[in-house]
């Protein structure tokens, strides 16, 4: 079965940083675009970041300068790095990746910044 399997959530204070991963079984993740959102209690789940196979990598603008989404295809994986963090960057952050059978989501891990 394919899985993505998170870690590096936690509490952290305001302006600290925190690294997330995004672990693909039985999928390379180096072959798909993955992306990372977030979602908060009673909101839509939002888009936060991507990383395709080939090309740019995509941002939401209000994260710009502060969070690097990465790939180590040695370990076949996808991270993201949050630095100078804010409270409002508090959210279930879930990695995401799709082919053309299917798409997957990870089980989701919790971020709170605290003030």
């Known amino acids: 079965q394919v899985q993505l399997e998170e870690s590096g959530g936690g509490l952290v204070q305001a302006g600290g940083s925190l690294t997330l991963s995004c672990v693909g079984s039985?999928?390379?993740?180096?072959?798909?675009?993955t992306d990372w959102y977030r979602q908060v209690p009673g909101k839509q789940r939002e888009f936060v970041a991507s990383i395709p196979a080939s090309g740019s990598t995509n941002y939401l603008e209000s994260v710009l300068g502060r969070f690097t989404i990465s790939r180590d295809s040695a370990k076949n994986a996808v991270y993201l790095h949050m630095s100078s963090l804010k409270p409002e960057d508090t959210a279930v952050y879930y990695c995401?990746?799709?082919?053309?059978?299917?798409?997957?989501w990870g089980q989701g891990t919790q971020v709170t910044v605290s003030s």
């Open positions: 039985r999928i390379d993740l180096t072959l798909t675009t």
């Open positions: 995401h990746t799709a082919t053309w059978k299917a798409e997957y």
